[in-house]
């Protein structure tokens, strides 16, 4: 069975700063996808950035990017030049890839405050 | 375009009553995901269809909970004689295979 584990359950940086989320996940498969959400007050979870494992290249999506260590089943997220709109609660989640698609195994969670 | 819609935004209900969670993929969505969100924690898989058809029900908690896609489209999560424990948002997502894109979830709260 997969986990997702992410130890930071809550976090906060300045505006302008960059503040880094961290993932880690245990899997015994060699193909999958994994997912930084962010689930804002309001509750609708979006989509920050996706990685595909058998990609060596770290995703980047404008001032969000990743570190993904397979040999470690790292998985962090760097938010660069954090604005106040950031202020979420940023679920990192794993997908095992199959023909089609398959459910998402999330983290709990970290919450992250940016402050002015 | 239009995203993910789910209905009722807030649901309360009393211990025992049966309730009904309805949810509007993206069109032409083929793959339909439910999950069940506690407060804190991480969404929790439920269940999944693809196109009418229900792939995966492993995550259901109990035969209290059903799940249909009868056309394909819009999915209804069931929910009978409600308990305590039930109270939590109940998430929808479609998938355009590889990215699942969320509705806004229904709240619900059991007295």
């Known amino acids: 069975a997969q986990t997702v584990t992410q130890s930071q359950p809550e976090m906060s940086v300045q505006e302008a700063e960059t503040v880094t989320l961290s993932c880690t996940y245990d899997?015994?498969?060699?193909?999958?996808?994994l997912f930084w959400y962010k689930q804002p007050p309001s509750r609708q979870m979006i989509l920050v950035i996706r990685?595909?494992?058998?990609?060596?290249q770290n995703a980047t999506e404008n001032r969000f990017s990743v570190n993904f260590q397979k040999a470690a089943k790292s998985f962090s997220l760097k938010i660069s030049d954090s604005q106040l709109g950031d202020t979420a609660m940023y679920f990192c989640?794993?997908?095992?890839?199959?023909?089609?698609?398959?459910?998402?195994?999330f983290g709990t969670g970290t919450r992250l405050q940016v402050f002015p | 375009g239009a995203g993910v819609s789910q209905s009722p935004r807030y649901k309360v209900a009393k211990r025992g009553q049966d309730v009904a969670l309805r949810c509007d993929p993206i069109?032409?969505?083929?793959?339909l995901f439910w999950y069940q969100q506690a407060l804190g924690q991480g969404p929790e898989f439920l269940t999944y269809f693809q196109n009418e058809a229900q792939l995966d029900k492993s995550g259901l908690p109990s035969d209290r909970f059903f799940a249909e896609r009868p056309e394909g489209s819009v999915s209804t999560l069931k929910i009978q004689r409600t308990q305590q424990e039930d109270s939590a948002v109940y998430l929808c997502a479609s998938s355009d295979r590889y990215t699942q894109y969320f509705g806004p979830g229904t709240r619900l709260t059991v007295l």
């Open positions: 069109s032409g969505h083929v793959s």
């Open positions: 990685q595909e494992a058998y990609k060596q």
């Open positions: 899997t015994s498969e060699n193909n999958y996808y």
């Open positions: 989640a794993f997908m095992k890839l199959v023909i089609g698609t398959d459910k998402l195994i």
